[in-house]
């Protein structure tokens, strides 16, 4: 099913909750602390529709795709099982919590809920942003990866000596550190000279200095961690 067709089941999923909602507040007495239970009923449903709704249209990333609907839906039938509780126990036994102390429990839930979603929307976009800055190191490495392969076909006697190279630099941690920009330098600047020889004579021992500079660098960067 496609995103219109998913927000269009969720509405409709929101409009059948509330219809029954209301129903069973049509068939019970009328009273302060019951409307302020239908009120936060709406309100509850509400946030279930616009939540799902907002879920849907945003990237699919797990697990704050299952974690944010999860949290509202926690929400709502605590707030429904808080409602009900109050509401049996003034229809049973003819007493009423004091409208304000319901308001006040309503709110505290509410607002329970509120910031734990808000924390959460901060949490994805911080490791969204991680995840970024991710890709853009293991696509620099990529690039560098990418200035090997040529070499392979411009110097097929030394393929062995490269193709060592392109492995080391492939299976590299992606992570990178202005300690490490001087290492990063160095290679990117040994792989520069290679590509302007005009003599490869020179290629075993340059991929052997390349071997160890970027040995050097992954040291460093388990270090780091």
């Given at each position: ?22 129903a ?17 009923g ?42 009900a ?11 009423s ?101 005009e ?21 460093r960067?388990?270090m780091?961690?």
């Open positions: 099913m496609n995103t219109k067709g998913n927000k269009n089941m969720i509405i409709l999923i929101a409009i059948i909750m509330a219809i029954v909602h209301t069973v507040f049509l068939v019970i007495k009328n009273t302060v602390l019951s409307m302020a239970a239908y009120l936060f709406l309100i509850g449903i509400t946030m279930f529709c616009l939540g799902s709704i907002y879920m849907i249209e945003s990237p699919k990333s797990y697990p704050w795709f299952a974690a944010f609907p999860s949290r509202i839906w926690q929400y709502l039938i605590t707030e429904i099982l808080l409602s509780l109050f509401v049996l126990i003034e229809i049973l036994f003819n007493w919590l004091p409208i304000q102390w319901f308001v006040f429990l309503q709110i505290i839930i509410l607002a329970a809920c509120l910031i734990t979603l808000v924390l959460m929307k901060g949490g994805k976009e911080i490791i969204d942003q991680r995840g970024e800055e991710v890709k853009q190191k293991v696509a620099a490495l990529r690039f560098v990866q990418a200035d090997i392969l040529p070499l392979i076909s411009k110097y097929p006697e030394y393929e062995k000596e490269l193709k060592q190279v392109a492995s080391a630099i492939r299976y590299s941690d992606p992570m990178s550190h202005q300690g490490l920009a001087v290492y990063e330098e160095q290679i990117q600047k040994e792989i520069m000279e290679i590509e302007s020889l003599d490869g004579a020179s290629i075993p021992d340059r991929c052997r200095r390349l071997l160890q500079q970027i040995a050097d660098r992954n040291t960067v388990k780091m961690k």
